[in-house]
């Protein structure tokens, strides 16, 4: 079973809201609640909500669907379900933690779980505890490299916007600078390394593309090749 890291439950309402926009609420809703369809991998799934608290699809137990959940509450008394909805009704989005079984373990564990409103739908995804990755090597690092030509190119703002982004993904990213990285010409720029995978350089980056690179790279494991810089 692999890790998960967790932004990764952000991915998958995403994945999931598109798929809703695309074939429409019935469609979408069943195929959410197949516990064998393409929206449930290992622990990972789909599960949506109404914004009265009403379970409308739960990918690893059909027989939700259809139950009032709104005043459920967890082992530790937190009434959950009631923070997603008024969350997802005040804000549109967010993210809430409270703890439930493993569909896989059947361990009681914290889950994090991101959800977003759509329509009259709150759809909702979220990673168990014990499958969120803690140790820094094992997240997502990002490097901004901060030399003097980096600076001078607006490198701190750089960094200041990723700060923001990582924060309002709810991301655990490490975030750290390097000295100049002998290519002042195509300041700022930043290393993104991304578990198991090879390092990718971007360069002349602003506020605006960096949020590109930040949710394109780092949340849908999508190089942004229009930004690469090569290295020979």
């Not at 516990?35 to 949506?48: M, P, Q, T």
């Not at 980096?150 to 982004?165: F, H, N, P, V, W």
């Not at 750290?176 to 700022?188: I, L, V």
Request: charged letters at 25%.
């Amino acid at each position: 079973m692999s890790p998960r890291l967790k932004h990764q439950a952000l991915v998958w309402v995403e994945k999931a809201k598109s798929f809703y926009n695309h074939s429409g609420k019935r469609i979408a809703l069943a195929e959410f609640s197949d516990s064998k369809g393409a929206f449930v991998e290992d622990e990972l799934y789909i599960f949506v909500l109404s914004t009265k608290g009403t379970m409308l699809a739960h990918g690893v137990n059909e027989k939700y669907v259809g139950a009032e959940w709104i005043n459920l509450k967890d082992e530790d008394e937190k009434p959950f379900i009631k923070e997603i909805v008024d969350r997802a009704t005040a804000k549109g989005s967010g993210w809430v933690t409270y703890k439930w079984y493993h569909p896989i373990t059947r361990k009681l564990l914290p889950k994090t779980v991101y959800f977003e409103k759509v329509d009259d739908l709150i759809i909702c995804s979220g990673v168990y505890a014990a499958e969120t990755l803690e140790k820094g090597a094992e997240r997502p690092k990002i490097i901004v490299h901060m030399g003097t030509c980096g600076i001078s190119a607006g490198a701190r703002t750089i960094m200041d916007a990723l700060r923001k982004e990582a924060a309002n993904a709810g991301t655990n990213v490490q975030l750290s600078t390097s000295g100049c990285a002998g290519m002042c010409d195509k300041e700022p720029m930043i290393t993104v390394e991304m578990p198991g995978q090879e390092p990718v350089v971007y360069g002349n980056l602003d506020a605006n593309t960096i949020g590109q690179v930040f949710r394109g790279h780092v949340l849908q494991g999508e190089v942004q090749n229009m930004f690469v810089v090569p290295m020979k």
